[in-house]
T-cell receptor, first 113, second 114 residues
């Protein structure tokens, strides 16, 4: 019962470097999401994919890009990392439509120096 | 801007005490979820409430959805150290174009001392 799997778990980047965070779910969910979590600010939506083949911006999309590779996989790319992107990143999935019950991965703790 | 405010932000209590956490908004939600998050882990769903005035119980946890579906509370009876964690509420709003948007509160960090 893997659920939502994220890699890597930890990452340190230098300012200006790029990287891709990977996410896969095995629950046949339609919708997938990327959030960032910062102290005192809760979870903020970066991008989401309501269904395979579609992606949309969330609340804080600047500096990020996403790819919904197939129904299972949704990746998040930082093209040129900045210290402001230091955060914990969570991938989540839901069945979609009216069902918004989310299943989360374990998170990626990213530090940009 | 749609906001979901949680209170208190932090709570430290002794084992055996009761507590209530609140989640408030000016928006009307289609549904509301409560999650618990432990250090180094992602949030885990506890419950979903859908109907105004709905009450759901999960062992020592009681969840209530406000009559107007704008607020919710989580009450824990006889708290235990295993209840320690970050409690997040999340409200779902319908888009005018269809589909749903979920917003999260900042969370209540609970610490239960043995």
């Amino acid at each position: 019962n893997a659920g939502v799997t994220q890699t890597p778990k930890f990452q340190v980047l230098k300012t200006g470097q790029s990287m891709t965070l990977q996410c896969a779910q095995d629950m046949n969910h339609n919708s997938m999401y990327w959030y960032r979590q910062d102290p005192g600010m809760g979870l903020r939506l970066i991008y989401y994919s309501a269904s395979e083949g579609t992606t949309d911006k969330g609340e804080v999309p600047n500096g990020y890009n996403v790819s919904r590779l197939n129904k299972r996989e949704f990746s998040l790319r930082l093209e040129s990392a900045a210290p402001s992107q230091t955060s914990v990143y969570f991938c989540a999935s839901t069945m979609g439509g009216w069902n918004t019950e989310a299943f989360f991965g374990q998170g990626t703790r990213l530090t940009v120096v | 801007t749609q906001l979901l405010e949680q209170s208190p932000q932090f709570l430290s209590i002794q084992e055996g005490e009761n507590l209530t956490v609140y989640c408030n908004s000016s928006s009307v939600f289609s549904s509301l979820q409560w999650y618990r998050q432990e250090p180094g882990e992602g949030p885990v769903l506890l419950v979903t409430v859908v109907t105004g005035g709905e009450v759901k119980k999960l062992k020592r946890l009681t969840f209530q959805f406000g009559d107007a579906r704008k607020d919710s509370s989580l009450h824990i009876t006889a708290a235990q150290p295993g209840d320690t964690g970050l409690y997040l509420c999340a409200g779902s709003l319908g888009y005018h174009t269809g589909g749903f948007k979920t917003i999260f509160g900042a969370g209540t960090r609970l610490f239960v001392k043995a």
